[in-house]
């Protein structure tokens, strides 16, 4: 027996009057309540947004609540008899109680849990002062408790084939005619395409392995000037390969109804990246929503697309010219750049990204000649993805 179990048990019976026994007993009162404080044992603090739930012997959730600021909770209950109480809370193991086999409730008594809860590890490489992430150590101690707290939803999000099918709609740039590519004129060769396909569960339309993100960065260069930008997907951030290659920290909302994950790479990394704020509801310890944008894309854009880009105005300006051609540093913002996902459960206890929208960018110029002179200015310029999960279609 846990020391959890054991400190429930003995608050129960000593309290309460509730014997955990397996025998049923039959309902006696439909307007029973459960009420308690959820207590830290030892210190006696009260644990604050605690997620209690009641749950019957077929795992049924009767009902649930939060603890307030006293650790104190009130459980209706739809009929007396047999069951268990689970306590989860962001930072903290996962609880579920021995089986209560209740009694009484009389409504005048408080029920007072004392919870072991234990803040888990973190492995002691990540709090290190060596350590190279611009958070202290308590930062990042409480980061990776959140951290550890949502990463089995996030893993659970990953491509399968047990999800079945997903019909989704996705909205996508283009190419159309032959524009010249590198005007600003060129952003008419795209055109935004919407279109409504089923695809396979396993399919990941987002984004990269894990290994190859972390070996190759979130942007790849495909032929020329095609580039293919991935997003930071559940399977991605639960990922070993994320963890050991970002520094977390634990970011506030302004309402206080979501808990805030912050993620940016490590000092020192010059491949495409992401940084942002994992959105994380902390009554299921579910992720809601990740909003990112992409770092260190100067990089990449000038090794990648610039030369290409001077390639083709050099074949296009004449021998004449061509000597006094001089092009500028690429011009623009990198924070207009990256995306959000938002999350969804879905039955079988599993997640996936129901909605996204992604914008990547594409290089054109602005040039300017005057007396034999040209002035090129290598600018971006955004291309948006959208999509949307409609249905999932089981196997």
């Known amino acids: 027996m846990t020391a959890w179990n054991a400190t429930l048990r003995a608050v129960l019976v000593a309290g309460f009057g509730v014997g955990l026994s397996a025998a049923p007993l039959a309902a006696q009162e439909s307007d029973a309540y459960l009420r308690g404080l959820l207590l830290t044992q030892g210190s006696g603090r009260p644990v604050q947004g605690a997620h209690i739930k009641l749950i019957d012997p077929d795992e049924v959730v009767l ?70 992430c611009p958070t202290t150590p308590e930062e990042r101690q409480r980061a990776f408790e959140i951290y550890q707290s949502v990463q089995p939803a996030l893993a659970s999000s990953s491509p399968s084939a047990d999800l079945g099918n997903l019909l989704v709609r996705m909205v996508r740039p283009v190419i159309v005619g032959k524009y010249d590519y590198w005007r600003r004129g060129g952003g008419r060769r795209f055109q935004q395409d919407t279109t409504t396909v089923v695809v396979p569960g ?15 960065g979130y942007a790849d260069i495909i032929q020329d000037t ?19 290659m970002h520094c977390l920290r634990p970011v506030a909302s302004a309402d206080q109804a979501s808990v805030g994950l912050g993620f940016e790479p490590k000092p020192g990394r010059q491949l495409v990246d ?69 999350f969804e459960r879905i039955p079988g206890d599993q997640w996936l990204i129901r909605e996204w929208s992604l914008n990547s960018p594409t290089l054109y110029r602005r040039a300017v000649t005057e007396r034999r002179k040209k002035t090129v200015w290598p600018l971006t310029s955004p291309l948006t993805t959208r999509g949307v999960v409609l249905a999932v279609i089981p196997r």
Do not use: C
């Open 274 to 342: 992401v940084k942002g704020v994992l959105w994380i509801d902390p009554i299921t310890n579910g992720p809601e929503r990740v909003e990112f944008q992409y770092t260190s894309l100067r990089p990449f854009l000038r090794l990648h697309l610039l030369p290409v880009l001077k390639a083709y105005v050099l074949s296009r300006t004449s021998d004449e010219i061509r000597a006094g051609t001089r092009f500028r540093a690429i011009e623009f913002d990198e924070s207009e750049y990256g995306g959000v996902l938002y």
């Open 63 to 132: 009902s649930e609540v939060l603890s307030d600021e006293r650790g104190a909770f009130k459980l209706p209950m739809p009929a007396l008899g047999i069951y268990r109480l689970q306590v989860t809370r962001i930072g903290y193991q996962f609880w579920t109680s021995d089986t209560l086999h209740i009694a009484s409730a009389p409504e005048s008594r408080e029920l007072r849990l004392e919870v072991p809860v234990q803040p888990i590890p973190l492995p002691e490489m990540s709090v290190s002062e060596r350590n190279t």
């Open 226 to 244: 095609l580039t293919t930008f991935y997003a930071p997907t559940g399977e991605a951030l639960a990922s070993p390969e994320f963890l050991s």
């Open 202 to 216: 396993s399919l990941n339309l987002l984004s990269a392995p894990p290994t190859h993100l972390a070996t190759h």
